[in-house]
């Protein structure tokens, strides 16, 4: 429901729809000469536009302020707003404004994007001018306050991307602060002398997981979770195990694992009590390795590992290849120092990224409350 001043109209009361066309690949370059040509939504990844290609011979020019839509392809109602003047391909089209708010329309589309993209038919998805024209928006009865909801939105629009931003920058800085402090190329106050080279089998041992029985798994949640291998990236699916269980293969927070097959990604675990299982390994420190530690300096030999481990298809880590890694190491002391500026700086990033995505979620509840009238600002 919309409130009784507004009305519903087709995109096709106010907007002209500019279909892109194609330009050939002797007239394209990557070398930045001409205009930038955009050819689809791998250009405007997460909704913002990014130059690849240009070209000297320009077809169907849109200007900043046009909204682009994805007419064909498996990304099709992809929209991004145009913030300068590009070339586009066929693959899409430009939405451009008569007399409504451009901001508010976009906006708009960008609520209703599951719709759009639901209109797109055919063994190769695609959208015709037809589909697009013939979208119904809900406007406000003045400009006035279509431009009040596209500034409130794009306010908001703002501070998540300044969070964003925020975010890359403190992960460069922890990069670099990683690449100095795990090498020795910077040392705290307190700290000096040379790192002693170690063989990692003196300060840690490496525990590969148990093989339990597949026939006492399941998603229910009866029972303690699995750790397998793909959830040291993810959550989308989940595994119980309901069997017999002992203490040496429990997993608890804090503890240090390593996935076995594919990345070689060390991983400090943090979701809840689980059974090590097969695949996977833990790495247990001995007297003279901090645990936190490991976790950093680990990251970069195990890359070396993954990327000299022949393989036909999946790569597999043995915890011969984790013991027998030689690298300098630091005092436990110091090794203490560098593991707590590093969680230190993680746990800012974490921070920010949950302060990111409840904006997103604010951000997303103000469009359906502003969009469709529920809250009025004018």
């Known amino acids: 429901m919309i409130p ?7 995109l096709r009361c106010d907007v002209t729809l500019l279909s892109g066309q194609h330009v050939l690949a002797q007239h394209c370059n990557t070398s930045g000469d001409g205009v930038p040509y955009l050819t689809g939504p791998a250009d405007f990844p997460s909704g913002k536009i990014q130059l690849t290609k240009f070209t000297n011979r320009p077809t169907t020019l849109c200007k900043a302020g046009d909204i682009l839509v994805t007419v064909k392809g498996s990304g099709s109602g992809t929209l991004v707003e145009a913030d300068d003047s590009y070339c586009i391909s066929r693959q899409l089209m430009a939405i451009r404004v008569k007399e409504w708010n451009a901001k508010f329309l976009f906006y708009s589309l960008l ?3 599951s719709k759009i993209k639901t209109s797109s038919t055919g063994l190769i998805p695609g959208l015709s001018r037809f589909d697009i024209l013939d979208q119904e928006i809900p406007l406000p009865p003045t400009l006035a306050e279509q431009e009040a909801i596209a500034e409130a939105l794009g306010d908001a629009d703002a501070f998540i991307e300044s969070l964003e931003q925020l975010i890359s920058k403190k992960r460069q800085i922890k990069q670099g602060a990683m690449h100095e402090l795990l090498t020795g190329k910077r040392r705290l106050p307190g700290f000096s002398g040379e790192w002693e080279i170690k063989q990692f089998g003196s300060v840690l041992k490496f525990q590969v997981g148990f093989p339990f029985s597949s026939s006492f798994f399941n998603e229910a949640g009866q029972g303690i ?3 397998k291998n793909r959830d040291l990236k993810c959550d989308d699916q989940v595994f119980h195990y309901s069997g017999k269980i002992g203490d040496e293969f429990l ?9 076995m097959d594919g990345d070689f990604l060390p991983c400090l ?3 809840g009590p689980a059974l090590l299982n097969q695949r996977v390994g833990r790495i247990v420190e001995l007297p003279g390795l901090n645990r936190v530690f490991a976790f950093y300096y680990l990251i970069e030999p195990l890359k070396e590992i993954e990327n000299v481990t022949s393989s036909t298809t999946v790569k597999h880590l043995s915890h011969g290849d984790i ?10 002391e110091e ?3 560098i593991a707590s500026i590093l969680s230190d700086m993680d746990s ?11 904006a997103r979620q604010i951000k997303q509840g103000m469009m359906q409350e502003l969009l469709t009238g529920r809250i009025r600002l004018l």
């Open 4 to 10: 009784q001043d507004w009305d519903i109209e087709p």
């Open 111 to 113: 609520y209703n994007a």
């Open 225 to 227: 979770r699995l750790v």
């Open 251 to 259: 997993v608890q927070d804090g503890d240090l694992l390593v996935g």
């Open 269 to 271: 675990w943090t979701k």
């Open 323 to 332: 013991e027998g890694i030689e690298k300098p190491l630091p005092c436990i």
């Open 335 to 337: 090794q203490t120092a």
């Open 348 to 358: 800012e990033i974490i921070a920010l990224e949950e302060k990111l995505a409840k």
